[in-house]
């Protein structure tokens, strides 16, 4: 079974572009979670999508947004970059069974504005 | 708002030393608890998680981590290290009424052969 597929896997970009991140998560998994990850602050959650549906969202600007497909695959995206939005972003599947929750993850997609 | 925290953010350890990771969350109520690892150049992976039931929980490679719930505490162990577990340890906190998978800083653990 294919893991986590992450595309690009680096980007570089100058401020006030903007991004689109890439994810295909597991086949037969529904659920997709986004992540933040900087050196000294962890991995900060940005959202969660359940068949195509924003089921959680953590706190970061407007600037970020993403979508679901309904074949599960999830895009991210970031308007209006900063230096800030420098980081490698995770994406997560899960099967969404209360009995096994589990994050698969994928390489991430390291992002670098100048 | 729900926090998760790590006490030590770098690690360093011989070979056979025992470990303990520290990691206190804030949220109240009900709390699904994991711990990721990240070995160098490879994916995030589960090592354990604690559900319910016994509070003391055994994961892959000789960890376990003990739920103390007075205390808010999900650490993690292991009683004799290896070199083979250099790698970046998460604990991470889920909550019961939202829904959201939150994680800490992390702590980078070194061994040293």
């Known amino acids: 079974k294919a893991g986590v597929t992450q595309t690009p896997r680096y980007l570089i970009k100058t401020r006030g572009q903007q991004v689109t991140l890439s994810c295909s998560p597991i086949s037969g998994h529904r659920s997709v979670s986004w992540y933040q990850q900087t050196p000294g602050q962890g991995l900060q959650f940005l959202f969660e999508y359940f068949s195509e549906t924003q089921r959680n969202k953590g706190n970061f600007p407007g600037r970020f947004s993403g979508r679901q497909f309904s074949n599960s695959r999830s895009e991210m995206n970031v308007s209006t970059l900063e230096l800030g939005d420098s980081a490698l972003y995770l994406c997560a599947s899960s099967p969404d069974r209360i009995s096994d929750e589990k994050l698969f993850f994928g390489s991430g997609t390291q992002l670098s504005v100048l | 708002a729900q926090s998760v925290s790590q006490h030590n953010h770098h690690v360093i350890l011989s070979e056979a030393a025992s470990l303990e990771l520290g990691c206190n969350y804030s949220?109240?109520?009900?709390?699904?608890l994991f711990w990721y690892v990240q070995y160098p150049g490879q994916h995030l992976q589960l090592l354990l998680k604690y559900f319910s039931g016994d509070p003391l929980v055994k994961g892959i490679k000789g960890f376990e981590a003990e739920f103390i719930k007075s205390k808010f505490s999900f650490n993690l162990r292991k009683p004799s290290v290896q070199w083979s577990d250099t790698a970046e340890y998460f604990c991470a906190v889920k909550s019961g009424n939202t829904g959201k998978l939150i994680f800490g800083q992390g702590t980078t653990l070194q061994v040293k052969p």
């Open positions: 949220y109240g109520g009900t709390v699904n």
